[in-house]
């Protein structure tokens, strides 16, 4: 035996081979061209607006390819995580409909053949192919304390190095020999394990990422830490082992690991693994004082995805919202498939943008009203009884009682070919729906200034004298119209900017008395719609009130 395997056997004298884990995670049958994708978030209970983004566009690929999609947990970094940090982020795919199709499904539950996939459960792969690359001479154990780390910085900080880092002349652990390394690990010592760079930091190299292109960058130089004290690996060695035995094609994450991929490709090259093909994603952005920075988890609500759901924004909106940034040609194939699921979409990575896409929260409400103005009264209502059991009961209490009347109240001027547009999310339904009901409803006879309270009244005491629930729209229209010239108005609102002298104003005038008598509000939709929903008793009683109010 080398000394390389007999310190490969004294490190990870119980793990199995690199072969029997290549059997054990075979490749996977799948077309030609498709792709297997993952989305690997830290488990610290929080899925960004932009892990969304990224993780939206891997489920793609992997779909449109007819490839496979998963949900790794890395859980390496303790300092990240909170306890059961899992749940929100699984929570925050489940609002959006986000479907992996193998990986973590919830606290402690997974489903798939290439698991398991949260790192923290998955020692023994790591440790069998750290003991192979001992055994190569590719990696070795470094025993040195943060003092010795700190005093090899400053050492180079004092002598102007231009490379700095564990490599080289600097890896005093590098070349130890077999004795010492055996009489220091017998001793309990604690160590890390660090890669054997193969690079001198002198020569570039480069790669095609998907989205960007070629990048050219020096090549890697350092030994890096593949192994904590604790046996834990860090990021860089987990995610290659792990994209490497479940069988990744594209590996999609954000772009601040764009830095790391020197030391992944030779990370790759060092186990022997095929090297895979890198997809960059950009940040989302936000503007700021005229600049753009990253949507920051500290300082914008919205960087948050509960936000959304709390709002309750409709999940098929922010999905739409997010493809217009992800794709830039998803708005043409939008208006060329109006009703097709976004899921259909046929996906590109190549057509992502390279610099972060903006992420306008104006826009998005303009998406959200849209796609609710599509949506029929039946669905509108089963999200807005589901949002609002959650996040506003009082409410739900109110509307879940008859939804019959919910969804007639959801139906005005719905599925027209204007449908109305003025919902932007559900937590906005209450106050727009508020006057249909008697428990939301507030009186308010506040009157434009051109109409005083004595001619409101009288305007109401004809109105009743003509007003007849059973009227439909053009009868009901056209007894107001009636009503105009007997007051002193004009049924012809033309007329009347033609001569505002010869009269009191106009039928928009007699309507809009009718309307705040009977919705206590200046802009309703369908007035005749809301009259016929609210029914002849209500309507009456309000007429009634509201001359009151005006005649006190
Ligand atoms: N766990 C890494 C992070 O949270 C993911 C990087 C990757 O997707 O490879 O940033």
Redesign the pocket.
């Known amino acids: 035996m080398d000394n390389n395997q007999k310190l490969a056997e004294l490190l990870f004298p119980n793990v199995g081979t690199v072969e029997e884990l290549e059997q054990r995670f075979p490749q996977r049958d799948l077309p030609e061209g498709a792709k297997v994708t993952r989305?690997?978030?830290?488990p610290t209970g929080f899925l960004h607006i932009g892990g969304l983004f990224t993780a939206f566009a891997s489920v793609l690929a992997a779909k449109e390819s007819k490839g496979v999609s998963f949900l790794r947990i890395?859980d390496t970094d303790k300092k990240r995580e909170i306890e059961d940090g899992v749940t929100g982020i699984i929570e925050g795919f489940n609002a959006f409909g986000i479907e992996f199709n193998e990986g973590v499904t919830g606290f402690n539950t997974e489903k798939g053949e290439y698991g398991p996939y949260v790192q923290s459960h998955r020692a023994e792969i790591y440790h069998t192919v750290a003991k192979q690359l001992v055994q190569n001479g590719l990696a070795y154990p470094c025993f040195c304390t943060e003092e010795d780390i700190s005093a090899i910085r400053e050492k180079q900080e004092e002598e102007g190095a231009v490379i700095k880092g564990y490599f080289g002349k600097w890896a005093k652990c590098r070349d130890l020999s077999f004795e010492e390394q055996e009489r220091r690990i017998k001793s309990g010592e604690p160590y890390v394990l660090r890669l054997r760079s193969q690079g001198t930091g002198e020569k570039r190299f480069s790669f095609d990422d998907v989205v960007r292109g070629k990048i050219e960058m020096p090549e890697n130089y350092t030994d890096a830490v593949l192994l904590k004290t604790d046996g834990i690996p860090t990021?860089h060695f987990a995610?290659a082992c792990d994209d490497h035995f479940m069988r990744v094609t594209h590996?999609v994450?954000?772009d601040e690991?764009i830095a790391s991929v020197p030391l992944h490709i030779e990370l790759f090259k060092s186990c022997g693994f095929k090297i895979l093909k890198y997809v960059h994603v950009a940040p989302v952005m936000k503007e700021d004082n005229g600049g753009k920075r990253k949507l920051s988890k500290r300082k914008d609500p919205e960087a948050a995805v509960s936000f959304f759901v709390e709002e309750g924004c409709p999940k098929e909106a922010v999905l739409e919202y997010l493809l217009t940034l992800i794709n830039s040609n998803f708005e043409d194939w939008r208006r060329a498939n109006p009703d097709s699921s976004l899921f259909d979409f046929g996906f590109n990575f190549k057509k992502m943008s390279q610099s972060g896409a903006l992420f306008d929260l104006v826009k998005l409400q303009d998406v959200c009203k849209n796609v609710i103005s599509k949506m029929d009264a039946k669905t509108v209502s089963d999200y807005v009884l589901e949002w609002s059991k959650v996040y506003d009961p009082e409410f739900y209490n109110i509307i879940s009682k008859d939804t019959g009347y919910l969804q007639s109240v959801l139906s005005i001027d719905r599925g027209t070919a204007k449908p109305r547009k003025d919902i932007a999310k559900w937590s906005e339904i209450k106050d727009s729906v508020s006057y249909l009901y008697e428990e939301l409803y507030s009186e308010d006879y506040t009157l434009p200034e051109n109409i005083s309270a004595d001619e409101a009244a009288k305007i109401l005491e004809a109105y009743l004298s003509v007003y007849d629930a059973e009227d439909d729209k053009d009868t009901w229209f056209q007894k107001i119209k009636e009503m105009c010239e007997p007051l002193g108005y004009t049924p012809n609102v033309k007329e009347y900017k033609k001569n505002p002298d010869a009269y009191k104003g106009h039928v928009g005038d007699i309507s809009s008395v009718i309307r705040i008598a009977v919705t206590s509000r200046r802009n309703t939709p369908d007035l005749h719609a809301i009259m016929s929903i609210l029914g002849k008793e209500k309507v009456t009683q309000r007429i009634k009130n509201a001359i009151d109010a005006y005649t006190k």
């Open positions: 989305f690997a978030p830290s890395e990021y995610h590996v994450r954000g690991w």
